[in-house]
């Protein structure tokens, strides 16, 4: 990214390689910019960790903190040396005024976080728990570039757990499980230790719209 | 496609709920407004676009389907930006911005909370046992180095906390296996242990860089006895640097627990009542200022600041 961020140099701090930049449930009010390196954001559900994203050089983490005094949402590993510039509530309003590129960035990414959590949300309003794991892999899907000869046949390949599929779902594991394999006894979807196949995507896509407008009539 | 003026009859629509978005639009003259329904309630919900506001934005930014459909209520003209020389547009006003900014992480707060809210099994556990969780997590996988990494957050900011000594424990161990770390790159050297100097603490504090000069004083408080007194000290200043009074409050409590004729005890019941004033607690930091007066140094800074906030506190 060719910004000059010299002068923001005495906000420079680096990371060895393994390093945890925060915790998840960490308090914090830091804002972070990468300059050189890689960060990998990591998630621990149970007994696993899960990497949700990987940045680089030009890229942001730790914005949340900005918004909200929540606890941290996620934790970030240095996966190796990386050098950030950190930036308090303060300083952060400093660098936004100064350096436009950056702000239309983050203009973008709440964009689309805004986008991602009110498709979140449409799961969850979902009453039905069958239509809401579906609804997952519906959202799942919604992001990916398909091939035009899988984009025909409806069948999609995730390389998805059942312990994310049942975060997205907002239900326990063991319930989610539980409705997969009610899927698969329908031979709807087929699930291995690292992928789930869905048979026909455009399937659960009348399943899902035909629950949620049972939903709605009834409420209405 | 340069952007171009475009009228519209009353009545007419911008955009539907659902097309993609691919432009950018401006009120010019006349009225429209965004019909959407409340993901919360269901309920139909109308907002007015105001002459000179943009809208269409997010949809646009992100290629998304629009989420709400564009009416003209009366005979209008709209301004039609593609993103490109929107983005152009905007690159050059900050001001704009963070306007929209503000806009956007208040949308973005909400619909969290919603999400939130909605969520049972996520039901948070409390942050303090999630944070030792995380810490576990990794030492449960011999990961030692964030193993490490985790547990000393978890000291930095639950100092009096529940898991502790266990956590005090897992450190030493953690830190005995570092170098062994099977989750370390094999090309990293090991961590030079001149890093953490109670010189490159002050050095951060100094130049205002309070949470990275904190987590220094923390590890320097731990591995170097010598030093143990002035960085615990230091660290609690840190904290209230960073405007975390409840936390300074305890950090304080704790080290004059620990030590009950500690040499700095003004300087702490300064910082605890300053932290009170950072929680709105003007009682008590009023209690704490009038009791470090008499045990402060004659006229040093923090006795006069005493003063000023006392009197300032004083009437009322």
């Known amino acids: 990214m060719a910004l000059d961020l010299s002068v923001f140099n005495r906000f420079a701090v680096t990371f060895k390689a393994g390093a945890v930049i925060f915790c998840e449930y960490e308090p914090g009010d830091s804002f972070y910019l990468i300059q050189s390196g890689k960060v990998k954001i990591v998630k621990i559900f149970g007994a696993i960790e899960k990497t949700i994203d990987i940045l680089q050089p030009g890229e942001f983490f730790g914005e949340m903190a900005l918004l909200e005094e929540a606890p941290r949402s996620a934790t970030i590993i240095a996966t190796e040396e990386t050098k950030l510039l950190e930036f308090n509530r303060e300083n952060f309003q400093i660098l936004m005024q100064g350096n436009p590129q950056i702000a239309l960035k983050l203009l973008k990414l709440f964009s689309k976080r805004i986008y991602d959590q009110k498709r979140r949300f449409q799961i969850l309003t979902l009453e039905d728990v069958h239509a809401r794991v579906a609804d997952v892999f519906l959202m799942l899907s919604e992001g990916e570039d398909i091939p035009p000869d899988e984009e025909d046949q409806g069948m999609r390949t995730f390389h998805t757990s059942i312990d994310d599929i049942a975060h997205w779902a907002g239900m326990s594991p063991e319930d989610c499980r539980r409705i997969l394999d009610h899927f698969g006894s329908q031979r709807r979807v087929e699930v291995y230790d690292n992928r789930i196949i869905v048979k026909n995507i455009n399937d659960f896509k009348r399943f899902v719209s035909s629950r949620r407008s049972n939903q709605d009539k009834k409420e209405s | ?316």
Do not use: W
């Open chain 2, 1 to 316: 496609m340069p952007p171009k003026a475009i009228s519209f009859k009353a009545n007419s629509i911008v955009y539907f709920k659902g097309d993609k978005g691919e432009n950018v639009y401006i009120l010019q003259k006349g009225q429209v407004s965004l019909n959407y329904l409340d993901i919360q309630t269901g309920q139909e919900m109308h907002d007015f676009v105001q002459t000179g506001e943009f809208f269409g934005v997010k949809a646009a930014f992100g290629r998304y389907p629009h989420d709400e459909t564009a009416v003209v209520m009366v005979d209008s003209t709209v301004i039609q930006f593609s993103v490109d020389d929107f983005e152009q547009l905007l690159s050059s006003n900050s001001r704009i911005i963070l306007k929209m900014l503000k806009v956007f992480s208040n949308q973005l707060r909400r619909i969290h909370k919603q999400v939130r809210s909605l969520m049972s099994v996520d039901e948070q556990v409390d942050a303090e046992k999630g944070l030792f969780s995380v810490g576990e997590y990794y030492f449960n996988n011999k990961k030692h180095l964030q193993a490490a990494d985790a547990f000393n957050r978890y000291l930095i900011y639950y100092p009096a906390g529940r898991f502790v000594d266990e956590v005090r424990r897992k450190i030493e161990y953690a830190e005995s296996r570092k170098d062994s770390d099977d989750s370390l790159p094999p090309a990293s050297d090991p961590p030079p242990k001149a890093e953490y100097t109670i010189e490159k603490a002050v050095a951060l504090r100094d130049s205002g860089n309070y949470l990275g000069a904190l987590k220094i004083f923390i590890k320097v408080s731990q591995i170097n006895p010598e030093h143990k007194l002035f960085a615990e000290f230091e660290a609690g200043i840190c904290i209230f640097k960073l405007k975390k009074g409840n936390e300074a409050i305890k950090h304080f409590t704790t080290i004059l627990k620990q030590n009950p004729a500690h040499s700095r005890m003004g300087e702490a019941l300064y910082y605890i009542g300053k932290s009170y004033i950072i929680e709105n607690d003007h009682e008590k930091a009023r209690s704490f200022l009038n009791k470090c007066s008499s045990l402060l140094e004659d006229g040093c800074p923090e006795q006069r600041d005493a003063a000023l906030i006392l009197e300032q506190l004083g009437g009322s």
